[in-house]
C-alpha cells in the first residue's frame, strides 16, 4: 500500500497523480489550514474565527437582521443566533429594534465591536472563505460542481452526516 505523500509524487513535470488518497489528502489540508487559523484568530482577538467573521460582516453592512448574516456567512439562522448572542454578551455587538417592526432586529458593531476588528489579524472571514473569494467565478462554478457530486455521494453512502457544520464555523 502507497503512503499518501508517495501519490502526491509527479507523474509529470507539470501534474501531480489524481488519486483518492491524494484528493483526501488535500481535503485534510484546507480543513487543517481553516482549524488552525481559527485557533489562531481566538489567541490573538479573544473571539472564534466565525465571531471575527460576524464582525466583519456587521462591518460593512451595518443594520443585518440575524436571517440575512447567517445568509452572508452560509449558516444556520440558530447557530448565527447564538453567535451573536455571545458577541452581545461580550459587548461587541448590539441589537436595535425599528420602530416600525418591534420583531424586526437589526444588528451593529459596538465601539469596542470595532476596536477588536481594526487590531484582529486577516483575512477577518477565515483563509477558506477568502480564498474562495478570489477564485475566479468559472473556477468556482466547477469546484461548486464537483463538491456537489461529492456531497451526492455521501449522502449515498451516509445520510446522517450531511451538511453538518464544522465545529471551527460556530
Known sequence: MSSPSRALKKSSPNESAVTPLSVLQRFRVLIRTAQRHSQWIERQSGVTGAQ???LQELSEAPGLRVGELANRMALHQSTASNMIDRLETTALIRKERTSA??????LYLTEEGEALLARAPSPARGVLP????LIDEDALGRLQNELD?????IKDLDEGFGM???????
Open 164 to 170: 453538518q457544520p464544522l465545529p471551527f464555523t460556530e
Open 130 to 133: 477568502e480564498a474562495l473569494r
Open 149 to 153: 457530486g461529492l456531497l451526492r455521494q
Open 101 to 106: 417592526d418591534q420583531r424586526v432586529v437589526r
Open 52 to 54: 471575527l467573521w460576524a
